[in-house]
């Protein structure tokens, strides 16, 4: 039975060493601390860690699996890469997306709906008011999931889930557009979509869906055309595009 124990002490302990290594890592790709395309030494960050190289293995597996690293045919890791040449499809989809959530959880929501996304929005209000993008970002995140859950459509949900944390980064670069210190009016606006929400108005939960995405999308377009924007290390650079919003 000792022996049984010590081995339970053994797997929690390279479990919260995984967990660990994974938060940390995850912040800093997040906060663009580790550079898209920039490589990831196991042994290097075993060392940082104090950990074997099996838990950062365990830890590069799951950002992996969040599309924040990738494993190139070398066996080498990076930091993934953010492609801009797919940027114009990733902000129509974004857009889209955002639009039908919001849209169904004005036709579907329930009251237990409305309280997990009350939950969240305050939690973005709270990063927003600390300038804490990370804290903003994961609650953002949230908040517009908690909505796509609303609408009772799991294939939109996923693509949604998908397409917002490929694009946690770019949300970086949104926050990082204000220095951090998001208007208070952006808080507003997810307000203004809870309201039509609670409303049940679909078509003007869809507009302000619609007007969400596209702030967000035209000051990431303009930040990164800026002389400002171009101090981000983002790795390779493709050549610019607009993207076309739906109707």
Do not use: C
Request: aromatic share 6%.
């Amino acid at each position: 039975m000792a022996r049984a124990a010590k081995e339970q002490e053994g797997t929690r302990a390279r479990g919260g060493g995984v967990a660990k290594v994974y938060e940390a890592l995850k912040h800093d790709i997040l906060d663009l601390v580790l550079a898209p395309g920039s490589a990831l030494d196991e042994t290097r960050i075993a060392e940082r860690f104090g950990l074997s190289r099996t838990p950062i293995r365990e830890a590069l597996v799951r950002l992996a699996g969040e599309g924040l690293v990738e494993t190139l045919p070398n066996r080498n890791t990076i930091v993934a890469p953010i492609d801009f040449s797919a940027l114009p499809a990733h902000f129509d989809a974004l857009t889209l997306m955002h639009r039908v959530t919001t849209r169904l959880a004005a036709l579907r929501r329930t009251t237990k709906d409305l309280e997990e996304i009350r939950v969240h929005q305050a939690a973005f209000g709270k990063g927003v008011a600390a300038a804490d993008a990370i804290g903003m970002s994961d609650a953002n995140r949230d908040f517009h999931l908690a909505i796509a859950r609303a609408g009772r459509n799991r294939y939109y949900t996923e693509l949604f889930g998908r397409l917002l944390d490929e694009g946690r980064r770019l949300n970086r670069i949104y926050y990082a557009s204000f220095d951090d210190h998001l208007p208070a009016e952006f808080v507003a606006e997810h307000e203004a979509i809870i309201q039509a929400i609670i409303d049940r108005d679909a078509d003007r939960a869809d507009s302000l869906g619609r007007a969400h995405a596209g702030q967000v999308v035209r000051q990431i377009q303009g930040f990164l055309a800026s002389g400002v924007g171009g101090d981000v290390a983002l790795g390779p650079v493709a050549e610019p595009t607009q993207p076309s919003l739906p109707a």
